[in-house]
């Protein structure tokens, strides 16, 4: 049996404070996938469209990660 979470990122703008957990699953898959509050950013510190900071241009997602968050690179596959 597959677990669906009754989470619904639509409904983001309803909560009040921010959450440091959220959990997402993905079509059929029986995996969930936490992702967590890493950092709180100023508006004015990225860019309004790319979501970078001036130190992450021309970085992917993942390379922003191992540079800034991961605790061991063995956390990324």
Known sequence: MAVHSDFDPGLMEGYQKPKYLLHFQFGDSSKVYRYSL??????SQIHHRLKTKKDEVNLT?????????????????
């Open 61 to 77: 997602q993942k390379e922003i990660w191992k540079k800034k968050y991961a605790k061991n690179h063995s956390s990324i596959k």
């Open 38 to 43: 890493v950092e709180t950013i100023d508006q």
